[in-house]
Structure formats: structure tokens, C-alpha cells
């Protein structure tokens, strides 16, 4: 079968680091994504791995490890606006289509 | 932000009753996917499409059916809504190049 899991709750206070985990276990692999959805919200895109390293887009990071079949994504100096739900997202094909299987998520709670 | 829309945003109806939910993109976007979103289960696809008339079945596609008649519109009808398809639904849009999709604000949907 297809899978990918994270923790589904991680706390942390404001200006801290945080570092959520992602590992995968599915039929193909062609990218490790990750999304961000608050309450209410519709996901909204953060990074895309395609490739073993670390990406860094400002406060966030994505890493990927495709020999350990295993990712994160790391926010650095925490604001109370990262509380969130984060969702890593496989592309298990390498076809146009670009289906992405999603983990169900992690819900950050950022503390003061 | 992709102009992505989806209508209607709520709906409340009755086991056994046709649904129709639309999706409207203006980024003119090949590829676009409805998911529906459940606690504990994160995303999961419902149907996708590759271009005009061109769809094809996701992970949770029974009790579903899609058309796209035109490249901005997917529809995604319930031919006869039962109460386990109660669920917020998304719909995304991707380029044929990118690998962000970009989603839609979400229905959500109750059946009675």
C-alpha cells in the first residue's frame, strides 16, 4: 500500500524551531511536497523536493532523504501565524499528471 | 494567487439527492483535481483531469463521477449523495510545467 506519516500534533513556542517529519512508503516517487492549511483555510503550497538536500524559502526548509524514504520541514523563529496544520504530499508518478498523495497532516500549535 | 473558485461554498442536503459541485479556474490551467477532506484522513483524490474532456479516477472515486466540458470549469457531481460523502471538498489547478497545485476555497458539504 501507499503511505505517508507524520506526527499529528507538535507544539512549540513563539521564536523557537520546530522540525516536522515525513516518511513515505509508496509504488513510485518523483517529489516530496509540502502544504500548509490554516482552520478554515484551503491548502496553500510551501516546497517541492525532487532531489536529495535541503530547499530554504526564507523561515521554512525542506529536506529530503530518498535512500531513507524520509523528509522534514523545519520553521525557524516561530510566529504565532505558523500555527497550522502541515501536509507532506507524494508525487508517486512520473506521468504529466502530477497526482499527489497527501499524509494526513500535522497541527502545529505555536505558544507565546 | 491562481483565480480559483468553487461554488457552492456550503451545502446542506438529503441522502439521495443529486449534488453538483463547481470549480472555476481563470489561470487557464491543464490540470486540474477535486479531493475531499475528512479529519484523520487528510486529502484524499477524488478524480482528476488532464485537459478538455480528459478525466480520469482518483483513490476515493465510488459515488462520484467529474466532466470538463472547458478548460476553466470542473464539475464534480454526487449522482445520489449519501451521509459518508459529508466532507469539505477541494478543488486544485496546476500548470503543466509547475509542481504547485493551487487550491480552490473549499465546499463544504453535508448530507443529511
Known amino acids: 500500500g501507499q503511505s505517508l506519516e507524520q506526527p499529528s500534533e507538535v507544539t512549540a513556542v513563539e521564536g523557537a524551531i520546530v522540525q516536522i517529519n515525513c516518511t513515505y512508503q509508496?509504488?513510485?516517487?518523483?517529489?516530496l511536497s509540502w502544504y500548509q492549511q490554516h482552520d478554515g483555510g484551503a491548502p496553500t503550497f510551501l516546497s517541492y523536493n525532487a532531489l536529495d538536500g535541503l530547499e530554504e524559502t526564507g523561515r521554512f526548509s525542506s529536506f529530503l532523504s530518498r535512500s531513507d524514504s524520509y523528509g522534514y520541514l523545519l520553521l525557524q523563529e516561530l510566529q504565532m501565524k505558523d500555527s497550522a496544520s502541515y501536509f507532506c504530499?507524494?508525487?508517486?508518478?512520473?506521468?504529466?499528471?502530477?497526482?499527489?498523495?497527501f499524509g494526513k497532516g500535522t497541527k502545529l500549535s505555536v505558544k507565546p | 494567487d491562481a483565480g480559483i473558485t468553487q461554488s457552492p461554498r456550503h451545502k446542506v442536503t438529503e441522502t439521495g439527492t443529486p449534488v453538483t459541485l463547481r470549480c472555476h479556474q481563470t489561470?487557464?490551467?491543464?490540470?486540474m483535481y477535486w479531493y475531499r477532506q475528512d479529519p484523520g484522513h487528510g486529502l484524499r483524490l477524488i478524480h482528476y483531469s488532464y485537459g478538455v474532456k480528459d478525466t480520469d479516477k482518483g483513490e476515493v472515486s465510488d459515488g462520484y463521477s467529474v466532466s470538463r466540458s472547458k478548460t476553466e470549469d470542473f464539475l464534480l457531481t454526487l449522482e445520489s449523495a449519501t451521509s459518508s460523502q459529508t466532507s469539505v471538498y477541494f478543488c486544485?489547478?496546476?500548470?503543466?510545467?509547475?509542481?504547485?497545485?493551487?487550491f480552490g476555497p473549499g465546499t463544504r458539504l453535508t448530507v443529511l
Open positions: 489561470e487557464n490551467h491543464r490540470y
Open positions: 509508496t509504488s513510485g516517487f518523483y517529489g
Open positions: 504530499a507524494v508525487r508517486d508518478d512520473g506521468g504529466s499528471q502530477g497526482n499527489l498523495i
Open positions: 486544485a489547478s496546476r500548470d503543466r510545467v509547475s509542481n504547485e497545485q493551487f
